[in-house]
């Protein structure tokens, strides 16, 4: 149980383009999603986190508008990539928390790999 | 706020020998603490995690932590390590209220040869 998934895997887009990537809690109803951000050999960083139904709350330094995070419901939250550049090109993780596995548990999603070209 | 300091970033041991991977975080607040392991091109995985109680917590594949508090330290050991134990290891501390958030130490690289 409580399985994460991540669509697409990874994408390669051209610079000024916007790429969606989607985070879904597959058997359980996620009541708070997080976005991370992960470099090569680098920990994870928090980019945002959002409730589902609310606005995202984003880290200090990330820009809202830049990365649009919308948690519509309880098993989905898309991360939106606008009009990305090389500097975006990075390993976005998605993780989600629902009502099981305890407290301060979060299930992980696989990860997407983005290239911007 | 909150840190985690994970001062090795890649720990060599051979098949069967002990490991230790250090963490020590820093909080003016009660925590939680985990610890995540990422296997190569897979997600992170829980592996084990303290939230209150008996301060030594186990997993199901040998690994056990100790947290301790008056050395802010949750070390990850296990006695004898397997080639498949090769992986990632993240550390992970959050705050026991609101939102919970997660954060990691830089990762230590575990990697174990025949």
């Known amino acids: 149980g409580a399985v994460v998934s991540q669509h697409p895997s990874w994408v390669i887009c051209k610079s000024g383009t916007s790429v969606k990537i989607e985070c879904r809690s597959l058997?359980?109803?996620?009541?708070?999603m997080f976005w991370y951000r992960q470099f090569p050999k680098q920990s994870l960083m928090l980019m945002a986190t959002s409730n589902e139904g609310s606005k995202a709350t984003y880290e200090q330094g990330v820009e809202k508008d830049k990365f649009l995070i919308n948690h519509a419901s309880l098993t989905l939250s898309t991360l939106t990539v606008t009009s990305a550049h090389p500097e975006d090109s990075s390993f976005y993780i998605c993780?989600?928390?629902?009502?099981?596995?305890?407290?301060?548990?979060?299930?992980f999603g696989p990860g997407t790999r983005l290239t911007v070209l | 706020a909150q840190s985690v300091t994970q001062l090795d970033s890649q720990v060599p041991v051979f098949e069967e020998a002990p490991v230790e991977l250090r963490c020590n975080y820093s909080s003016s607040v009660s925590v939680y603490l985990f610890w995540y392991v990422q296997y190569p091109n897979q997600g992170l995985q829980l592996l084990l995690k303290y939230l209150s109680g008996s301060t030594l917590v186990e997993s199901i594949n040998g690994f056990e932590a100790e947290f301790n508090k008056s050395q802010t330290s949750f070390h990850l050991r296990k006695p004898s390590v397997h080639i498949s134990d090769t992986a990632e290891y993240f550390c992970?501390?959050?705050?026991?209220?609101?939102?919970?958030?997660?954060?990691f130490g830089t990762g230590t690289r575990l990697l174990v040869s025949p």
């Open positions: 993780s989600a928390r629902g009502t099981s596995g305890g407290a301060g548990t979060q299930y």
């Open positions: 058997d359980f109803q996620a009541t708070t």
């Open positions: 992970a501390v959050s705050e026991d209220t609101g939102f919970q958030k997660l954060v």
